[in-house]
T-cell receptor, first 114, second 113 residues
Framework: KAGVTQTPRYLIKTRGQQVTLSCSPISGHRSVSWYQQTPGQGLQFLFEYFSETQRNKGNFPGRFSGRQFSNSRSEMNVSTLELGDSALYLC?????????????FGSGTRLTVV | GEDVEQSLFLSVREGDSSVINCTYTDSSSTYLYWYKQEPGAGLQLLTYIFSNMDMKQDQRLTVLLNKKDKHLSLRIADTQTGDSAIYFCAEKPQGTGANNLFFGTGTRLTVIP
């Protein structure tokens, strides 16, 4: 059974550009969440999607957006990149909307903004 | 948001037991998780416990929950060099309508051969 797949693994972008990250959840999982991991702030919640609907959003500026497709795949977009957006972006999936039994995380996309 | 705290570092000798501690602040029922992160990798779910339980054991892993003190611990028996990683405690409060996890800062476990 394939795990959570995130592409690309690494990205280098310039300040002011925009970027799109992709996440394919485990087959059958309909809940997808995104987290940002930085050395200074640790792991912070970005958004949560279930059945193409954003159910919850973390405390990030509007430059951060996301969506989920009918096949449960999800994308997140960051516009007008800033140096502080450099981070490991992690996607997690769960078979249920509650996710009580834990989320399965992907290996992440490491974004570097120069 | 919820406040989840962990000590930053722990060193143990190979073969000894490791105990990683975590405190949380949510007062309602909650799910609590332990995740492991190896260098360059994502988070691997190790185990979880619901706040109406006191203990959960899974092979070398034992989770203890003191709900009164809001204290969670992860004990790794017979620690091996492959256990060297960062361990995150996470909380998911119930009844809030939100399903996101609140993570601690992570404890870097170093196993000395």
């Amino acid at each position: 059974k394939a795990g959570v797949t995130q592409t690309p693994r690494y990205l280098i972008k310039t300040r002011g550009q925009q970027v799109t990250l992709s996440c394919s959840p485990i087959s059958g999982h309909r809940s997808v969440s995104w987290y940002q991991q930085t050395p200074g702030q640790g792991l912070q919640f970005l958004f949560e999607y279930f059945s193409e609907t954003q159910r919850n959003k973390g405390n990030f500026p509007g430059r951060f957006s996301g969506r989920q497709f009918s096949n449960s795949r999800s994308e997140m977009n960051v516009s007008t990149l800033e140096l502080g957006d450099s981070a490991l972006y992690l996607c997690a999936s769960s078979p249920t909307v509650l996710g009580n039994y834990g989320y399965t995380f992907g290996s992440g996309t490491r974004l570097t903004v120069v | 948001g919820e406040d989840v705290e962990q000590s930053l570092f722990l060193s143990v000798r190979e073969g000894d037991s490791s105990v990683i501690n975590c405190t949380y602040t949510d007062s309602s029922s909650t799910y609590l998780y332990w995740y492991k992160q190896e260098p360059g990798a994502g988070l691997q779910l190790l185990t979880y416990i619901f706040s109406n339980m006191d203990m959960k054991q899974d092979q070398r892993l034992t989770v203890l929950l003191n709900k009164k003190d809001k204290h969670l611990s992860l004990r790794i028996a017979d620690t091996q060099t492959g256990d060297s990683a960062i361990y995150f405690c996470a909380e998911k409060p119930q009844g809030t309508g939100a399903n996101n996890l609140f993570f601690g800062t992570g404890t870097r476990l170093t196993v000395i051969p």
